[in-house]
DNA sequence: TATGAATGAGGGTTCATTCAT
DNA sequence: CATGAATGAACCCTCATTCAT
C-alpha cells in the first residue's frame, strides 16, 4: 500500500517533480558551496592579502575541489568584487537598521550617527575595515553596493533617497556631499584605526564629525525669507 | 717589475680605486643605471600595472641585465616605494614653486591654491594621478615623503611647518587638518578626474575648495579677546 | 713564476679575455643543454608520442630545470619543427654522400638510389621515420629542410639543384616530379614500413621504382630532332 | 523455469530488445542524438582542431548534457574514427555514383574518372580535405572504409572488386596500384588544394593524371601473344 | 660592478570522467 | 536514458632569485 503510495506520488510528479526535488537538494548543495568558498577567500584574503591567497588555497579550505572553485567564479578577483559588495552592503545595513532605532530628527544628525556606527563596526573588525577601505572606491561603491539587490533587500539607494527627502533642509548637491563625506570617513577609518595616525580614532572623532557637519553645513540651502 | 707594475695598475682600477678615482665615471654610470630602472619601471607600472610589470621587463626595457637590478633596489615593491616618495615629492615641489610667486596672505587661500594647482598637475598627467593615489597614503606620505631628502632639497616638511608658521590664524589640530584635507584631495581627484564620478573636477571644484575652507576654518582658534 | 704568467694573462685579456673564455665556456654549455633538450625529446616523442609528452618529461629526462626548456624553445611544438628539420636533413644529407660514391649517371638511377638508400634508412629505424612522415609534410619539406642552413652545410637545396644541371635529360617540372616522389615515398615507407601493408617494404620496392621511374619518364622533354 | 523465462525476457528487451520495441520514439531520439553530436563534432574538429576540442563543447553545442557523449562514445578520438569513416566514404560513394552515369572504357579512364571527381568534392570543401586527409591514412582506408556497412550500404569493396573484375586489362597487384593511387592522390590534394604547393590544383592535374596512368601502365599485365 | 643562464616552486587553468539525481 | 555538478590529476608557464663568470 505504502509503495504504491509512493509509486503514486512518484509517477505523478513526473520528470518535473523529481527534477524539482533534485533540484532542491543540488541547488542548497550549490549554495553551500559557493558560500563556503566566499568565506574562507574572506578569511583568507584579509588574513594573507590578496596577492598571496592562491585558488588551491581557498579551495582546499572551503573543502572543495580547485576545479569546484571555476564554477562559481572568474577567478579570484572576481571572487572578490562579490565580496566587497556584500560585505560594505552589510556595514552600510547595520547602520542604518541601528539608525532606525533612534529618533534623531535632522539629517546632519543621522549622517554622523551613521557615520560614528560605522566607525564602531571598523574598529571592531579592523580586518574588514582594511578588506573594504583597499578595494571600495566610490565607482565599486556606487555599481556594486546601489546595485546589489540581488542578495540583500531594503536597498541602500532607497534609504539614501528616503533620509534626503524626509530632510527639512536642502542641499545643494546631495551627491557630491554624500561623496566627499563617504572618502572622507574611509580615509579617516583607515589611517586612524589601522595606525593611530594622524591621531586614534577616539582623538580623531571630534575633528571627523565636525569636518563632516561643516562639509554639510556648507552645503545648505538657506532658504530665502519670505 | 713586470709583476709590480701590473698589480699597481690593477688596485688603481681595482673595485676601491675605480669607486674613488673614476667617480666621475662609475659614479655617474650608477645614477644613470638607476635612473634608467626607475624611470622604465614607472613607465611599465602605469602602463601595465605592478602586478604585470616583472623585474625582467624593467631590466630589459632598461638596458641593464636582470642581476644588475639587484644592485639596486631589493625588489619591485622597494622600487616602486621610491618612486611613489619621487614622484609625490615633486608633484608638492612644483606647487610649492609656484605658491611662491603669489602674494596670498592667509593659509586658507594659500592652501586652496596649492590644492588648485595639484589638480591642476593631475589634471594634464592622470596616468601620474592613478600611480600616486593607488599608492599613497597618509602613512606613506610620512614616511616617505617627509623624510624623502635623499634625493631632493628644499624638504616639504619644512615648507609645511613655515606656512604655519607665518600664518596669522592659529589651528586647533594642524596635522589633523593637513590629513583630513590630504585625504580628501586624494580621493576627489582619483574619482573625479579619472572617472568623471560624480562629479568632472572642475565642476567639483568648487564643492571641493568650500570643503576644505569649511574644514579649515571648523578648527580654526578664535583668538580669546584680551 | 706560474702565477705570474696567469695573473699576466688574466690582466692582458682583461674584459674581453674574460668573456670570450666565459662565452666559451658558456656557449657550450649552453649548446649541451640544447642538445639534451633536443635529443631528450625526440626519444619522448617517438616513444610516447608528442600528446603524452610533457615538457616536464623533457626537462627531467635531459636533466636541466623546466625552466631551463623555455630558454631554447617556445612550446614542444617549436621543438619539434626544429627536429624535424634536423632529422629530415640528416636522412636526405646520408643518402647524398653514399650516392657520391656511385658512378651512377642518370637521374632516374639517381633518384631511385636515394629512393633505396632513404628506404634503408627508415628500414633499419622505423621510430625515425614515423616521426618524419608523421609530421612531414612538402610545406615544411620546403620551408624548413632548404632553409636548414643555419645548422647543417652543404645545403640540400644546392644538391638538388645540381642534380637536375648535370642531367642529360631535361623535365616538364622538375619541381612537381620532386614534390609527388617525394610524397609517394614518404607514403609508402610508412605504410608499407610500418605496418607490411599493402606489402613489406622489400615487396614493395620493385612497384614503388617501377612507379617512380615512370614518373619521371613521363615528365621526361623529348629534345626535338634537329 | 523461472530464470530461463526471465533470461528469455531479458535478452528480449535487452540492448537489440529496446531498440526494436521502442524504436518509434526512443530510437528515433537516440539517433537524433547521436548525429548532432557527430555533425557538431565534425564541425567544431574542423573549425578549431581535435586538440582545441573538448568534450564540454561539443555536447554543449549539440545540445546534449556532457554525461551523455558518454553514452554513445567512448571518447572523442573514437567519435572521430567513426566521422573519418562516414565522410570519407561519402566521398567515394559521391564519385562512384557519377562514374555510374558515364560510359567510360577502359579501367584508366574509369580511375581518373574518379581522381577528377574526388579533387572537385575537395575543392569546393576544403575543410573537408583537410579533415580527411590529416586523419585518413591507408590502414584506416582498409579497416573503416572497407568494413563500413554498418551505417550504409553500395559498400565500397563490391564497387572496387567489381571496378577490377569488368576491366579487360589484368594488372600485376591491384591492391598496391590503389594503394599507391590513393596515397598519391590525397598527398596531391593536400598540399595542392589547401597551400597551392607546388602548383595550384588545376595546374598539377595533368601531371598528376599522368602520374596516375602511368603507375597503372606499367603495371600492365601484357597478355602473352598466343 | 655587471651579467644573464639556470633554477624550480608554485600559480592558474583545463577537462575527461564519474555518479547521484 | 539523461543530466550536469563535482572532481582532481595534470599541465603549461612565469618569474623572482641566485651565482658562476
Not at 93 to 112: F, G, K, N
Not at 123 to 136: A, E, M, Q
Amino acid at each position: 500500500m505504502n509503495r504504491v503510495h509512493i509509486r503514486t506520488e512518484y509517477t505523478q510528479s513526473g520528470k518535473r517533480g523529481i527534477t524539482v526535488k533534485a533540484n532542491g537538494k543540488t541547488a542548497a548543495n550549490k549554495k553551500l558551496k559557493k558560500d563556503a568558498l566566499l568565506n574562507t577567500a574572506f578569511e583568507l584574503y584579509t588574513r594573507e592579502g590578496i596577492q598571496n591567497t592562491t585558488i588551491s588555497n581557498i579551495a582546499e579550505k572551503a573543502g572543495v575541489a580547485k576545479g569546484t572553485f571555476y564554477l562559481y567564479f572568474k577567478d579570484k578577483y572576481d571572487l572578490r568584487n562579490r565580496l566587497i559588495a556584500r560585505k560594505a552592503s552589510q556595514v552600510f545595513m547595520l547602520a542604518d537598521r541601528s539608525l532606525q532605532e533612534t529618533d534623531l530628527e535632522t539629517l546632519e544628525d543621522r549622517i554622523v550617527f551613521l557615520a560614528d556606527h560605522i566607525i564602531s563596526q571598523f574598529s571592531r573588525d579592523p580586518v574588514l575595515l582594511r578588506f573594504i577601505s583597499k578595494n571600495l572606491s566610490w565607482g565599486i561603491f556606487k555599481s556594486q553596493i546601489l546595485a546589489a539587490g540581488d542578495e540583500d533587500d531594503g536597498s541602500l539607494p532607497a534609504i539614501i533617497e528616503e533620509a534626503f527627502r524626509s530632510s527639512k533642509v536642502r542641499y545643494k548637491n546631495p551627491e557630491v556631499m554624500i561623496f566627499m563625506i563617504i572618502e572622507l570617513l574611509s580615509s579617516c577609518c583607515y589611517s586612524s584605526i589601522l595606525y593611530q595616525d594622524p591621531l586614534p580614532i577616539e582623538a580623531l572623532k571630534p575633528y571627523l564629525f565636525d569636518s563632516i557637519r561643516s562639509i554639510m553645513r556648507q552645503q545648505e540651502i538657506i532658504p530665502t525669507a519670505e
